[in-house]
C-alpha cells in the first residue's frame, strides 16, 4: 500500500515560477526521500532529508520536514522546462530496514 | 559505470502465462530491490534481495518469487499472470544496508498482461 498522499496530484506553471509540491505520510520515519520521473520511466534520486532535520537545500531544491504534522514539502525555484516530470516522496520507516514506501506522487507541468 | 540495467525493457503476455525479468545492479551495490509501479500509482515494494536471500517482502502473492545470483544481479519471476499484473517493474540497488537508503533505479521493464 502506498504510504501517503502527495498534493496536488498534478501542477501547471510556467517557466521561471516556483512549484511547491507537498507529502504526508503516516508512520515513525529515519529519512525522507524525493524522487523524479521522466514519462513513466526509471527514478532519480534528488533529496534526503534525515528525521532529525528541518530543513534541507539542494541546488534549486528545497525540502522541508514536520515529524509532528508527518508531512515534507519539495519547493523547486525558478523551474524551467526540464523539470516536467513526476515526482513522488519516499519513505525510510523506522523497523523496516531498507523498504522505501513511496507516495501517489505530482505530476508537474512546466510550460514556456 | 554503468548503472542499473533491466531487460527487457517490454514485453507483452497473455494470462496464465509466466515471466522473468532482469536486473544487473550499479557496480558496487549487493542489495537489489523489486518494485511495481502501476500507471498513475507510486512504486509498490515487491521485496528485496541481499547475499542471495530474500531480505524483505512486500504485499505480494506468492505467484512473485525473485532470485539473487552471486554476481548481485536479479530476477523476478511472475507466474499465472493477471490482467492486473500489467505494469512498470522497476529494479532498484543500492550498497549494504546504509542508513541512507538512497537507491538507484533502473529504466524498468514495462509488462502488458493480455
Known amino acids: 500500500s502506498q504510504q501517503g498522499e502527495e498534493d496536488p496530484q498534478a501542477l501547471s506553471i510556467q517557466e521561471g515560477e516556483n512549484a511547491t509540491m507537498n507529502c504526508s505520510y503516516k508512520t515513525s520515519i529515519n529519512n525522507l526521500q524525493w524522487y523524479r520521473q521522466n514519462s513513466g520511466r526509471g527514478l532519480v534520486h534528488l533529496i534526503l532529508?534525515?528525521?532529525?532535520?528541518r530543513e534541507k537545500h539542494s541546488g534549486r531544491l528545497r525540502v522541508t520536514l514536520d515529524t509532528s504534522k508527518k508531512s515534507s514539502s519539495l519547493l523547486i525555484t525558478a523551474s524551467r522546462a526540464a523539470d516536467t516530470a513526476s515526482y513522488f516522496c519516499a519513505t525510510l520507516n523506522t523497523g523496516t530496514a531498507s523498504k522505501l514506501t513511496f507516495g501517489t506522487g505530482t505530476r508537474l507541468q512546466v510550460t514556456l | 559505470d554503468a548503472g542499473v540495467t533491466q531487460s527487457p525493457t517490454h514485453l507483452i503476455k497473455t494470462r496464465g502465462q509466466q515471466v522473468t525479468l532482469r536486473c544487473s545492479p550499479k557496480?558496487?551495490?549487493?542489495?537489489v530491490s523489486w518494485y511495481q509501479q502501476a500507471l498513475g500509482q507510486g512504486p509498490q515494494f515487491i521485496f528485496q534481495?541481499?547475499?542471495?536471500?530474500?531480505?524483505q517482502r512486500g504485499n505480494f502473492p506468492d505467484r512473485f518469487s525473485g532470485h539473487q545470483f552471486p554476481n548481485y544481479s536479479s530476477e523476478l519471476n511472475v507466474n499465472a499472470l493477471l490482467l492486473g499484473d500489467s505494469a512498470l517493474y522497476l529494479c532498484a540497488s543500492s550498497p549494504t544496508f546504509t542508513a541512507k537508503n538512497i537507491q538507484y533505479f533502473g529504466a524498468g521493464t514495462r509488462l502488458s498482461v493480455l
Open positions: 557496480s558496487g551495490h549487493d542489495t
Open positions: 534481495y541481499y547475499e542471495e536471500e530474500e531480505r
Open positions: 532529508i534525515r528525521s532529525n532535520e
